[in-house]
């Protein structure tokens, strides 16, 4: 469910060049503050996976919506307790 979000959000990931020491830049526009740079374009798509990845984390635990990318959408997911 994650991964597939994720990668429903890199599909909709939009780069472009900069002048900086990493000059790939990438970011998702439907998800405020979502953003990464690299050296090469595979690396700015990978930090922006951990990006995405991190952003869902912390929307999670302060229990804020998470909104739908790419006709993909995060359940509420409940912590599961194992008994033993």
Known sequence: MIVEYIN???REARYEIIKDE???YGEVPS???VWAT???LE???????E?????IIIRLR???PIPPV??????EIKKVEFGG
């Open 51 to 55: 990006a995405i990845d991190g952003w």
């Open 38 to 40: 690299g050296k090469t």
């Open 8 to 10: 429903a959000a890199l």
């Open 70 to 75: 790419g006709g993909r959408s995060i359940e």
């Open 43 to 49: 690396e700015c798509r990978q930090n922006l996976a």
């Open 62 to 64: 302060k229990g804020l």
């Open 22 to 24: 990493e000059p790939y």
């Open 31 to 33: 998800l405020e503050g």
